[in-house]
């Protein structure tokens, strides 16, 4: 699990044009959400694609611990053979999520109404992170939880032994806490209700509705309202995990700051409530295309097309787009640095809890290489120097999060100096050939200090 290992130091040297195709891994929302309704389901739900990062890998062997069987047959080929919903067994060790706060949200979701005690664990960046955002709806379905201040894991969570459904208005737009509730839901009788005001990342109702659950959706004053009935059947299924477009923004964002470059990323995953980068990226100027547009498993699929694009300009991003981009405005800063002009991000306070407080680990690295942040509580502006004008040269804290350290990564190829992280290996989370693919484009990544 990342957090446990020796830091692996890397830097990424300005390159040549990055060309060719780049597979990346399967969708990180979605494997995590095929292993666990796998669990919850009856018979054997197959499943190809999966991101086999060490999140995903975590969870599986969570899933395993409450008594399903998670056969890895190689190559992302993968088959649960689910317990039933309610029939989760008790861990008889603490369940460790390493970095995954979708991992652990979800799973306590899952055993909270099922009048078993687990206890939860995970790396120095996930026991910081706040967990009463779980813990205080799924009280309401009557489980008990002990964990440390403010929160934090480790965390006893006690199941519901006789669950009450639930109404419940999410307090801030998470799907991970929309998802631990529905998933809570399905061992309460009746109807559980969530209510978001914002929406965000539907796949918890798509795959529920798939596994056979019955799920409607509605917009209402309050928000978008999603009702599920609660103990049913669920039915194992097969499926086929789409290509992850939170991932796919690494090498897309590099191709359009690294001079010549033309890069195809194919089969990403288009679903609306996930692709607000792409919107974004072209309102900057981005040469961004989407070929053969298709359906996929109920999901839009595209090819994306980036080429370097050398007027790129800052924006102000759409604060009504966060929650389809949220993991994606640590990359959004790299190129807004390559922009001509300010690039305003408004409306983003959840990026102070993700894996890091990513404004602030994406701030300070940017400064150390030359570029000017301004930022407050919920918002931040990068001070875009325009192509060719960014010094580099700096080393940044990872903070045990993924998504900083590719981020720098993806700056080097562009910078006057090379850019250096003190430690590359939370990429293993939610994306193991990260560097592999990136050099195969052309980048010059390597695992040492400058
Ligand atoms: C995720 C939801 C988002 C996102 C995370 C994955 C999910 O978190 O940042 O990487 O799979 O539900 P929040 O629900 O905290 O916004």
Redesign the pocket.
């Known amino acids: 699990m990342s957090g446990h290992g020796t830091p692996i130091p890397m830097t990424s040297r300005p390159c040549g044009p990055l060309k060719g195709e780049a597979i990346v891994p399967g969708d ?2 979605i494997s ?1 959400r095929s292993l666990i309704l796998g669990a919850l389901a009856v018979g054997e739900t197959k499943i190809s694609g999966l991101l086999e990062g060490e999140d995903v890998l975590d969870t599986a062997k969570a899933m395993r611990a409450f008594g399903a069987d998670v056969v890895d047959h190689g190559g992302g080929e993968w088959s649960v053979f689910g317990v039933g919903v309610g029939g989760f067994a008790e861990p008889d060790q603490v369940i460790d999520c390493g970095n995954s ?2 991992g652990v949200r979800l799973i306590m979701g899952c055993m909270a109404t099922t009048g078993i005690t687990a206890t939860f664990t995970g790396d120095a960046s996930l026991n910081k992170r706040p967990m009463a955002r779980v813990t205080d709806p799924i009280a309401l379905f009557g489980a008990q939880s002990v964990g440390r201040s403010e929160g934090r894991l480790p965390m006893t969570i006690v199941g519901a032994k006789d669950p009450v459904p639930v109404r419940y208005t999410t307090p801030m ?5 929309k ?1 631990a509730v529905l998933l809570a839901g399905l061992n309460a009788p009746g109807q559980t209700v969530v209510i978001e005001k914002e929406a ?2 539907d ?1 918890t109702e798509r795959m529920l509705t798939g596994f056979g659950a019955e799920v409607s959706v509605r917009d209402t004053e309050e928000g978008r309202e999603i009702t599920l009935t609660g103990q049913p059947e669920l039915q194992a299924q097969v499926i086929a995990v789409p290509r992850d477009p939170s991932s796919a923004a690494f090498p897309v964002c590099a191709a359009l700051i690294t001079p010549g470059s033309d890069v195809l990323v194919p089969n990403i995953g288009l679903n609306p409530t996930r692709a607000g980068l792409f919107t974004t990226l072209q309102e900057m100027g981005a040469d961004l295309t989407f070929e053969n547009q298709r359906e996929e498993g109920g999901e839009p699929v595209a090819d994306l097309r980036a080429k370097f694009s050398p007027d790129l300009k800052g924006i102000e991003v759409d604060p009504a787009r966060a929650a389809s981009m ?2 994606e405005y640590p990359v959004v800063s790299v190129v807004a640095s390559f922009a001509q002009g300010d690039t305003v991000m408004k409306g983003v306070k ?1 990026l102070r809890v ?1 894996e890091s407080d990513r404004i602030d680990a994406m701030a300070k690295g940017l400064r150390a290489n030359g570029v000017e942040v301004d930022e407050g509580d919920d918002w931040w502006i990068v001070k875009g120097l325009g192509h060719g004008n960014v010094p580099g040269g700096g080393t940044c804290e990872s903070q045990l999060d993924h998504r900083i350290a590719m981020s720098f990564m993806v700056m080097g190829m562009a910078t006057q100096k090379p850019v250096s992280v003190d430690d590359g290996g939370p990429i293993a989370t939610s994306f193991p050939i990260f560097e592999t693919l990136m050099d195969q484009l052309g980048a010059r990544i390597v695992r040492s200090n400058a």
Do not use: F, L, N
């Open positions: 990180k929302s995590h706060g979708t737009p998470s799907a991970q806490v998802s965000t990342r796949h949220i993991d959840e993700k």
